[in-house]
C-alpha cells in the first residue's frame, strides 16, 4: 500500500426518496470509487416495519428498485462499489430484488452482500426477561403495553469492511449507523482494525477521522451547498447540485469536494454546517465504533470546492450498543383551510368557533387538538412575533391547520368530514382543501436503550447474481 | 450598549434526536465567535424559544469551528413522530435563533 493512495467516496444518497440524479453525474465522471448511501432515518425504519407487516417481502426502502434500474448498471460497469443501509429491516429480500432486477437487464457476476444482525424485534421478550431494554434517558422499564413497531441496535462498520474484503459490489445493510458505511470502505481499503480492545491512539484516530468523513456525508447535498444558511443567497444552482465527495488519505485527512461541472458549493461553510448538524457533545461523538473528539479538527479551505479536514482524535468505543425501539402511540392527523381579504383573521376565529362546537357533538371525543396559522406561528408557534389583530384582518390571506392526535383511526374521518359543513355554514371567503391533510399518520414513539456488545451478531454474506 | 443581530454576525443549522434538537450556530469570524460566546448564552436560547423547549438547553463551544452548539431537550412536542408541529423535526430552529438580538 502506498502512502500517497486516496480513496473516493461520494455521499449520494441522504434520504429515503432522494434524488438519483447526483449519484448519476458522479458515475459519469467516473469521480469516485464507493457510493455511500443512507436512507435509515429513525421514521424510516417504522414506514418500513408497516410496508413488511403487509407484504413480507417488503421492508426496505423501495427506491432501491430504481436504483437497480438505472445506477447499479452503471456502477458494475465502472467498477464503483456502493454501500448502503438500504437493505432496512429486510435485506435478503432487497437483494433478491436487486438481484432480479439486474438480471433482467442481463448483468450476471456481480456480487451483493447483506448485513443483518441489527434487527431485535423478535427478540424483546427475551431482552427484557434478561432485565434490560430499560430507557436509557429516563431509566424507565421497557413495556409492552404500547405495540413495538422496529427494534434495530446501531451496529458498527465490521460487517462493511468484510463484505468488501469479499469482494461485494453493492452491500445492502440493515442499520449500521450511518458513518459506519464510510469507517468501513476505508477500513477496507486501507487495512483498519476496527475490532479489538487494545487499539493505539493512532488506531483510534484513525477511525475516528473515517466517522468524521462519513458524518459529513450521510446527508448528501447538505455537505456540498444544499440548506446552506452559510451561504445564502446562494449564488450557485440548485437544480443540479453536485454530492459530496471524500478523499481520504491513509492518514485519515480528507479533503471533500464536489463535482465543478455541477451546481452547488464546497466550502469552508458548508462543511462547517454539515459538521455541527445532529451533533451533540462535540468532544464526545458516540458512534458503535470509535468515540470521536472533534474539538481539535483543523478545517481549511485548500482551493475552489476543496476543504480540507485533519487532526480528528479518537477515543475507546463505548461500553454497550444503542438501540431504538418504535412504539405505536395513535394517529396525527391534519386538514388546511385558507381565509381571504377582508377580516382574515376574525374569520379565522370564527371558524374556529364553529369547529369547537361541532366537535363537543361528536361520538368520537377529539381532545388533543391545536389551531395553528399559516403566514403567522405555523412554524415557530407561540415562539414567534404576533402581529396585531388590525395587522392580521388586513392580510391577503391566512391558512389554518388542524393538527390533532387520536387512538382511534375512525377520529380522523369523523372530526374532518364533520366540519366541512362550515364551507357553506361558516365565515365568508373561505377556501377548504380538498385533497391535503393526510389522516391517520403513525404517531410513533422513540425508546432508546442501551444493550451489551455480546448480544449483539452482526452477520455478512454474499449473494451472487 | 449595542444591540447586535444574531443573522448578521452567524448562520445556524439544526436538526433532530428523538424529542432533542440541536442548534449549531456558526460565527462569521474569530471575533464574532468571542462575542456569541460571551453574549449568547444556553439561558437567552431557551428564554427565546418560550414554550417550545420544555426541557434544559446545554451550550458546548466548538472553537475549532468558531461555532456554538446548543442542545435543546424536549424541544420537539415528543420527537419528529409525535409533534404536531409542522416544524416537526426542528430544522427551522435555527431560523429561529438567527431572528435574536443580543445587547453588548
Known amino acids: 500500500m502506498s502512502s500517497d493512495k486516496v480513496v ?42 408497516k410496508d413488511k407487516m403487509r407484504d413480507p417481502s417488503l421492508g426496505y426502502p423501495r427506491d432501491i428498485e430504481l436504483h437497480a434500474k438505472i445506477l447499479f448498471p452503471a456502477t458494475i460497469k465502472s467498477g464503483i462499489k456502493v454501500v448502503t443501509d438500504s437493505g432496512g429491516l429486510n435485506p435478503a429480500a432487497a437483494a433478491e430484488k436487486v438481484k432480479s432486477i439486474l438480471q433482467a437487464q442481463g448483468i450476471s457476476g456481480a456480487k451483493i452482500a447483506i448485513i443483518t444482525g441489527d434487527n431485535k424485534i423478535d427478540e424483546l421478550k427475551d431482552l427484557k426477561e434478561k432485565g434490560l431494554l430499560a430507557n436509557m434517558d429516563s431509566g424507565e422499564a421497557f413495556s409492552f403495553d404500547k405495540m413495538p413497531t422496529h427494534a434495530n441496535v446501531y451496529i458498527g462498520a465490521q460487517g462493511v469492511k468484510d463484505a468488501l474484503d469479499q469482494g461485494a459490489d453493492i452491500i445492502l445493510a440493515g442499520r449500521v449507523a450511518d458513518p459506519c458505511l464510510m469507517l468501513g470502505i476505508l477500513a477496507h481499503e486501507f487495512n483498519w ?118 487532526n480528528v482524535k479518537g477515543k475507546p468505543k463505548p461500553e454497550k450498543l444503542k438501540m431504538t425501539i418504535g412504539q405505536m402511540e395513535g394517529y396525527i392527523s391534519e386538514q388546511f383551510f385558507f381565509f381571504s381579504w377582508p377580516y382574515a383573521w ?19 371525543p377529539v381532545k388533543d ?7 403567522v406561528d405555523g412554524i415557530h408557534r407561540s415562539a414567534a412575533p404576533r402581529p396585531s389583530d388590525e395587522e392580521l384582518n388586513n392580510r391577503n390571506e391566512l391558512g389554518l391547520r388542524i393538527v390533532i392526535r387520536h387512538e382511534d383511526p375512525k377520529t380522523s374521518q369523523a372530526a374532518f368530514s364533520s366540519i366541512i359543513c362550515l364551507g357553506l355554514n361558516g365565515p365568508p371567503g373561505v377556501n377548504a382543501m380538498p385533497g391535503w391533510g393526510k389522516p391517520n399518520r403513525v404517531m410513533l414513539g422513540l425508546w432508546p436503550t442501551l444493550i451489551p456488545r455480546e448480544l449483539v451478531h452482526p452477520v455478512t454474506k454474499i449473494i451472487e447474481v | 450598549m449595542s444591540i447586535v443581530k444574531v443573522i448578521d454576525i452567524a448562520s445556524a443549522r439544526s436538526g433532530d ?25 444556553s439561558e437567552k436560547v431557551k428564554a427565546h424559544f418560550g414554550e417550545l423547549i420544555k426541557g434544559e438547553v446545554i451550550r458546548y463551544e466548538w472553537e475549532a469551528l468558531e461555532s456554538l452548539n446548543f442542545v435543546c431537550y424536549e424541544a420537539l412536542d415528543g420527537g419528529g413522530a409525535r409533534s404536531r408541529r409542522m416544524d416537526n423535526l426542528g430544522k427551522n430552529f435555527s431560523s429561529h435563533l438567527l431572528r435574536m438580538e443580543l445587547d453588548v
Request: net charge negative.
Open chain 1, 8 to 49: 473516493r467516496v461520494a455521499g449520494t444518497q441522504g434520504f429515503y426518496g432522494d434524488s438519483p440524479m447526483g449519484a448519476m453525474a458522479i458515475v459519469m465522471n467516473k469521480a469516485a470509487d464507493y457510493l455511500m448511501h443512507d436512507s435509515l432515518a429513525e421514521l424510516t425504519l417504522s414506514i418500513l416495519q
Open chain 1, 346 to 364: 376574525d374569520k379565522i376565529k370564527k371558524f374556529e368557533e364553529g369547529v369547537k362546537g361541532i366537535w363537543k357533538r361528536l361520538p368520537y
Open chain 1, 193 to 310: 482494525t476496527i475490532e479489538g480492545d487494545n487499539l493505539s491512539q493512532k488506531q483510534l484516530d484513525l477511525l475516528a477521522s473515517g466517522i468524521v468523513a462519513g458524518h459529513v456525508l450521510e446527508c448528501g447535498g447538505q455537505a456540498s451547498g444544499g440548506n446552506a444558511y452559510s451561504e445564502w443567497p446562494m449564488d450557485y444552482s440548485i437544480h443540479d447540485l453536485g454530492y459530496p465527495i471524500a478523499h481520504v488519505s491513509a492518514d485519515g485527512s480528507t479533503v471533500f469536494t464536489k463535482l465543478d461541472n455541477q451546481g452547488g458549493k464546497m466550502s469552508r461553510n458548508t462543511v462547517r454546517e454539515q459538521l455541527v448538524y445532529e451533533i451533540h457533545d462535540p468532544a464526545n461523538y458516540l458512534t458503535p465504533d470509535v468515540t470521536v473528539d472533534l474539538t481539535q479538527i483543523k478545517l481549511e479551505e485548500i482551493g475552489p470546492n476543496k476543504v480540507k479536514l485533519t
Open chain 2, 17 to 41: 434526536k428523538n424529542n432533542i434538537c440541536n442548534i449549531g450556530v456558526m460565527a462569521n469570524s474569530k471575533a464574532d465567535y468571542q462575542l456569541l460566546k460571551e453574549h449568547l448564552t
Open chain 1, 369 to 375: 387538538f391545536e389551531f395553528q396559522y399559516i403566514g
